[in-house]
């Protein structure tokens, strides 16, 4: 089996790639670990959930940490470890344009909605809507693959 680092391009060709990761949050020294579907564009993950623990804790310890993974053939594979900060989008105004480029990144994907239990009426306008746009800027991102 050999392992090797890939490259930034590499990296960013599977996050573009793939729709499911791992996303893992912290609060009081504690981890959380849930699985997340995601669009990725302009440096950027993109997701849409439903309020609950991941929001809660993200809301209270901006950093996260998100994993991505592929496998290959026999036991081969390949991973990739996103490092970046939550940014909440909500449904007010300054905050717009950002939740539509999220919308629309997200639109591309068959059953996007589906992960967050409901899905919206297109487009949301309500303050008052149970649902959560949110990305994540990626500050760092690794990776590596395994190939035998």
Known sequence: MMVRTLSALECTRLLTANRVGRLACAKNGRPYIVPLYYAHADNHLYVFSMPGKKIEWMRGNPLVSVQ???RGQGRGWRSVVVDGRYEELPDRVG???????AWSVLSKHADWWEPGALKPVTPPVSDSAPHVFFRILIDQVSGREASE
């Not at 905050?95 to 480029?101: A, F, G, I, S, V």
Request: glycine share 0%; aromatic share 0%.
């Open 68 to 70: 991505v993974d592929e």
């Open 95 to 101: 905050h717009k344009r950002e939740r539509d480029h």
